[in-house]
């Protein structure tokens, strides 16, 4: 099976460099040539254009910053839909609205291709070693039939439901990563005012239930100072903004939700949009005039476990009525 993949970014090209790694046949593309020049001499194939991808590869990922950018890559001068032919399968990786994936897959359909909707959760350095988590909103047939492509690309894969359903689910992940993150660097900085040891209270954190995997991994590049975890600011707000429309949309009356777009747009307006969203902290440092640092952390996460062929993930049974 051939696989063609476009955006090669801080994911994207982890997740490419992956199905390389494991000897699957892999076309590349991207906005800048150059992002794949790794990727090229590792195995992978260059195309010029997105419909190029489209007609050598039997799956097409897409892999990108916003749905603006999916809707170009696909629908476009050269775009995934001019070489869209039967029984091809579109799968989108991207955190992007589900209402978007759906009318995408719509004119997909019209061709004879299928859709699944499969954003990644984990960190770009579990991206890098397949050992991230999949979700898959798609038809259980289609899932079956990309199944084995995922689990190359990851190590845990949840089967979400329906097309979108994975989108939505994945924004209301990133919601809650922001909301630990945020209140990692509160706690932090509370602690440093108190006259608390940093790294005790690193320990404090990951041994109680105030725990979190942000606070295993986000907190420690905090404490290190480098404050790098390969994702920007625009892209946090991007997504806690599709998971605040899914609470408007519904009229829930939130209160997090609506404060915390408001802290990472106060984030961006003081540190830039591509600031990494570990930098929020030093809004607070620079207001309190403390600094929240200590010695022994790494400055970017590294994954440390094995790599190993991928598995579903399977909910408990629900009674629920759907």
């Known amino acids: 099976m051939k696989v063609g993949f476009i955006g090669l970014g801080n994911v994207g090209g982890k997740l490419a460099g992956t199905l390389i790694r494991n000897n699957i046949p892999t076309f590349v593309h991207d906005i800048k040539q150059s992002a794949a020049r790794q990727l090229i001499k590792q195995g992978g194939v260059w195309l010029d254009s997105p419909a190029s991808i489209a007609f050598n590869s039997d799956i097409i990922i897409t892999c990108l910053p916003s749905p603006q950018a999916s809707a170009s890559v696909i629908e476009g001068k050269k775009g995934i839909l001019t070489a869209a032919s039967r029984e091809k399968i579109w799968i989108e990786m991207s955190t992007t609205e589900s209402s978007e994936v759906e009318r995408l897959a719509t004119q997909f359909l019209k061709e004879g291709m299928f859709s699944a909707d499969c954003p990644v959760s984990g960190g770009c350095h579990r991206a890098e070693t397949g050992n991230i988590s999949i979700f898959a909103g798609c038809e259980r047939s289609v899932f079956e039939r990309i199944k084995p492509i995922l689990c190359i690309l990851g190590k845990k894969v949840l089967h979400t439901g329906p097309l979108g ?20 660097c509160e706690a932090f900085t509370a602690m440093k005012a108190a006259n608390l040891d940093m790294s005790t209270t690193f320990e404090a954190i990951k041994i109680s239930s105030g725990n979190s995997f942000v606070h295993e991994t986000e907190s420690q590049v905090i404490l290190n100072g480098s404050r790098n975890i390969n994702f920007t600011l625009d892209l946090v707000l991007k997504d806690i903004s599709l998971f605040q429309e899914i609470a408007s949309k519904n009229n829930l009356p939130l209160e997090i939700s609506p404060l915390l777009n408001k802290i990472v747009q ?43 062929t991928g598995y579903e993930v399977v909910p408990m049974p629900s009674k629920e009525k759907r």
């Open 165 to 184: 359903s994975a989108s939505t689910l994945k924004v209301m992940t990133n919601f809650l990563a922001t909301t630990h993150l945020v209140a990692c």
């Open 266 to 308: 106060n984030a961006i307006y003081e540190l830039g949009p591509r600031a990494n969203s570990p930098s929020i902290i030093s809004i607070l440092e620079k207001h309190t005039g403390l600094k929240i640092l200590a010695p022994g952390f790494p400055a970017e996460i590294k994954d440390i476990e094995t790599e190993s």
